[in-house]
């Protein structure tokens, strides 16, 4: 079992639309949550950051923690097309460093 | 602006050849990573580094070294690549004052390896 699972799409939605991406988890001991945004043929970038459990919005990105499920989430209000890239969930640290673990990615396409 | 570049966009290389892929950060960042990303797996560290000359493997650094001179230089080496070794390698670093620090990409290699 992977230490992070993501559906890897694609999520296809009309613009304006919610876009909802989720991951789970299986170490317990993970205590960051990061969503990065990854554009075609660029790297990643930070997106949102959160440590517990609870919402936190950010504009029209809201990002969830359900740490007792061990399942985050990711919310997209008003969809644009511009919102089209492939999301990855990174969860640390991981026993020491700045070590990151990425789920797989979901490809989301926002149609005009 | 942090910016992480790397040294070539687009590789082909042949099996059984020595491939060096650098990476170079202007922010004076202390850590820094190498991963490779494929569809599905998602990126997946090879090793990284949390200061000059020290390194510490990731999750898959079989078939690979690196190497940290310099604190604004980190090195991939593929010492003898393979076929299996095709992917989009990704550089990062982030600050290392605290644990959960945000980690800056570079734009990527695609390596193909014939």
């Known amino acids: 079992q992977k230490e992070v699972e993501q559906d890897p799409g694609p999520l296809s939605v009309p613009e304006g639309a919610i876009v909802s991406l989720n991951c789970t988890y299986s170490?317990?001991?993970?205590?960051?949550f990061m969503w990065y945004r990854q554009y075609s043929r660029k790297g990643p970038e930070l997106l949102m950051y959160?440590?517990?459990?609870g919402n936190k919005e950010d504009g029209r990105f809201t990002a969830q923690v359900d740490k007792s499920s061990k399942y985050i989430s990711l919310f997209i209000r008003d969809s644009q097309p511009s919102d089209s890239a492939t999301y990855l969930c990174?969860?640390?640290?991981?026993?020491?460093?700045?070590?990151?673990?990425f789920g797989g990615g979901t490809r989301v396409l926002v149609k005009p | 602006d942090v910016k992480v570049t790397q040294s070539s966009r687009y590789l082909v290389k042949r099996t059984g050849e020595k491939v060096f892929l650098e990476c170079v950060q202007d922010?004076?960042?202390?850590?820094m990573f190498w991963y490779r990303q494929d569809p599905g797996l998602g990126l997946r560290l090879i090793y990284f580094?949390?200061?000059?000359?020290?390194?510490e493997k990731g999750d898959i650094p079989e078939g690979y070294s690196v190497s940290r001179e310099k604190k604004e230089r980190f090195s991939l080496i593929l010492e003898s690549a393979s076929t299996n070794q095709t992917s989009m390698y990704l550089c990062?670093?982030?600050?290392?004052?605290?644990?959960?620090?945000?980690?800056?990409f570079g734009p990527g290699t695609r390596l193909t390896v014939l």
């Open positions: 922010m004076d960042h202390e850590n």
């Open positions: 990174a969860i640390g640290p991981r026993a020491a460093g700045n070590k990151l673990t």
């Open positions: 170490n317990s001991a993970f205590q960051y």
């Open positions: 990062a670093s982030s600050p290392g004052t605290t644990v959960a620090d945000e980690q800056f």
């Open positions: 580094s949390y200061d000059v000359k020290m390194k």
């Open positions: 959160t440590y517990s459990s």
